[in-house]
């Protein structure tokens, strides 16, 4: 069973930097597409950013679109969330997540296997 672990979380201020980690345990598929959601306490799971197998191709939310660059090493089977000028509203848990597909994906039903979470707090 692969096993996804996610790091860098924190607590941070507004206008800070983060960088986030998930490993996962060994590769997970042939060739596999992988994203960052969050969840905020009382709300649903959302969409964060992916990259696509070949790492040649992101797509990210509106809400942080340039703020975050999400990136991946593949001979360490491992993703990456760069996070800045991070604002309150980007408190959540994070989740990484691997897909079925090897493309771009938006949509929680794409990815099939999740990590635990790790946390980030952004104080005003």
């Known amino acids: 069973q692969v096993q996804l672990v996610e790091s860098g979380g924190g607590l941070v201020q507004a206008g800070d930097s983060l960088k986030l980690s998930c490993a996962a345990s060994?590769?997970?598929?042939?060739?596999?597409?992988m994203g960052w959601f969050r969840q905020a306490p009382g709300k649903e799971r959302l969409f964060v950013a992916s990259?696509?197998?070949?790492?040649?191709?992101?797509r990210y939310a509106v809400s942080v679109e340039g703020r975050f660059t999400i990136s991946r090493d593949n001979a360490k089977n491992t993703v990456f969330l760069q996070m800045t000028n991070l604002e309150p509203d980007d408190t959540a848990i994070y989740y990484c997540?691997?897909?079925?597909?090897?493309?771009?994906?938006?949509?929680?039903?794409?990815?099939?296997?999740w990590g635990q979470g790790t946390q980030v707090t952004v104080s005003s």
């Open positions: 060994r590769r997970a598929s042939s060739t596999y597409a």
């Open positions: 990259i696509n197998w070949l790492g040649s191709g992101t």
């Open positions: 997540a691997v897909a079925a597909g090897a493309g771009l994906y938006d949509d929680v039903g794409s990815f099939f296997l």
